[in-house]
């Protein structure tokens, strides 16, 4: 009997969700039906055949008015399929202001005057319409070359900035129904990759002024004795959720925040000119592989390393200052995985805090941030296929505690992360390093199945949970074991 009943379950949600398909399309072909009127009574069949379904389910049928949308809300969290909420519904209504972008025909499920609180295929389809519509700030800026139907922190940014638009269009009521149905097919709007138009350069004293906004330092103290030094790095925001790029060298201490006891390392995140106490964060990933190839090193007085997989994603979780809020959205800057400036020696900028030449009081009171205009320069591989790392030459930049800086080209997109240098004795007879954003990208794909925009479209909030109780305390194991060593 559970067998039948998981099987009739699953032709009615079968049904349903392929009804959901059909409904999405806002006009219907003249092929089963001779007549405009008896289409109408097939679609308000099949509305009553999934409405009886949901309700045999335990699905809420609630239809709720257009209207309004608070003045006060803001969408917050990843909108994807299965998703339900207010917050759904709003996005509906939203979608629905616009005839591009619309979920569906007015007064059908999920169309004007009957959203509703469930994240179908409709609104998928309605979501990925929409996003490219506004390629240029959606997509582009993280690389997709089409929409993926899922509302993640750009979309919603623009979801945030259009929610009090007049409507574009005059809302249609219930009424529409009783409008014959068109019978030409419907059009499907497509976005070829090729066909996207370029960013836009930005003069680099705004690369600049951007960069820095998003840039942070990461210093981590021993607070209540131990062998480690004060470690002073770099890292840059690259997500409006306060998600932090920076290497896996500087990412371990936050794995060893309770080492040897409970608190005994203090890694804070600092801002501004001078920096500043901040943000407290949390790991949200770090290599396992990395971690098993330089854990020994984790005593080093000048660690080595050819910088493979040398990245980490830390994630702003609070603010040092009490009763303090976070930023609704954090500056950042966009990241390209595309390698495309790399292709010819071209200008960007680096930007990092440097701690190369002072003190540790110098370092916690009087830290500023240096950046550099330079030329990139020899593209290496770790694969001989890939480019994985690339110069940058020598510059003031070229210090201990600008790992994990950023590399920004003219477009303001991070193409780069500061990751290693070469010995000299001046900052200009060094070599500086960058990992590729499309290293880092395999990096992460290697581990877990899918890039940094696939992740950066989950919950990270859950992501990092996630991380710290599953992966952190093996990885943590491996380091203690190093330092437990006689």
């Not at 994990?404 to 070599?431: C, P």
Request: aromatic share 8%.
């Amino acid at each position: 009997m559970r067998i039948l009943f998981k099987t009739i379950v699953s032709i009615i949600l079968t049904f349903a969700l392929i009804a959901d398909v059909l409904l999405a399309a806002p006009e219907i072909t003249r092929v089963y039906a001779e007549t405009v009127e008896a289409i109408q009574t097939q679609v308000g069949e099949i509305i009553s055949k999934i409405e009886a379904a949901r309700t045999g389910l335990g699905f809420s049928s609630e239809r709720f008015p257009n209207d309004d949308i608070l003045s006060t809300f803001r969408f917050s969290r990843t909108l994807l399929f299965g998703a339900r909420g207010k917050d759904v519904r709003y996005l509906q209504i939203l979608l629905n202001r616009d005839s591009a972008t619309r979920v569906n025909a007015p007064g059908l499920i999920g169309g004007a005057g009957a959203e509703t609180n469930y994240f179908g295929l409709a609104t998928k389809a309605a979501v990925v319409k929409f996003q490219e519509k506004y390629a240029a700030e959606i997509l582009l800026p993280a690389g997709f070359p089409r929409g993926t139907g899922i509302a993640g922190p750009l979309t919603r940014n623009k979801l945030n900035a259009l929610f009090l638009a007049p409507p574009l269009e005059a809302q249609e009521t219930y009424a529409a129904l009783a409008t014959p149905i068109s019978p030409r097919a419907p059009e499907l709007s497509t976005v070829n990759a090729s066909t996207t138009a370029p960013a836009p350069e930005f003069s680099f004293e705004e690369v600049n002024r951007k960069t820095r906004a998003a840039l942070v330092n990461i210093i981590c103290t021993s607070v209540r004795g131990g062998s480690f030094n004060l470690v002073s790095g770099s890292g840059v925001i690259v997500d409006p959720r306060g998600i932090i790029l920076t290497n896996a060298h500087l990412g371990q201490y936050f794995l060893l925040q309770d080492y040897p006891t409970p608190g005994s390392i203090e890694c804070v995140i600092r801002t501004g000119e001078p920096a500043r106490n901040k943000y407290r964060a949390s790991l949200l990933f770090i290599p396992p592989s990395w971690v098993r190839d330089n854990a020994s090193k984790i005593t080093a007085d000048e660690p080595t390393g050819t910088g493979e997989n040398d990245f980490a994603l830390l994630l702003i979780q609070s603010t040092i200052a009490a009763n303090t809020p976070l930023p609704e959205l954090f500056p950042y800057v966009p990241m390209d995985f595309s390698d495309n400036s790399l292709r010819k020696p071209a200008e960007v900028l680096i930007a990092a805090y440097p701690v190369g030449f002072l003190s540790g009081i110098t370092i916690q009171k009087d830290l500023y941030p240096s950046s550099s205009i330079v030329m990139t320069g020899t593209v290496y591989s770790f694969e001989e296929k890939t480019p994985d790392v690339f110069s940058l030459g020598g510059s003031v930049v070229a210090q201990q505690g600008s790992s994990g800086g950023a590399v920004v080209s003219k477009e303001n997109t991070l193409i780069g992360l500061i990751v290693t240098s070469s010995t000299g004795k001046t900052t200009g007879e060094r070599d500086l390093n960058a990992l590729t954003l499309s290293h880092i990208d395999s990096g992460l794909r290697a581990t877990t199945g899918d890039g940094i925009r696939f992740l950066l479209a989950e919950d990270v909030h859950e992501s990092a949970k996630d991380f710290n109780e599953r992966v952190a305390p093996n990885l943590r194991k491996i380091f203690e074991d190093e330092l437990t060593k006689e």
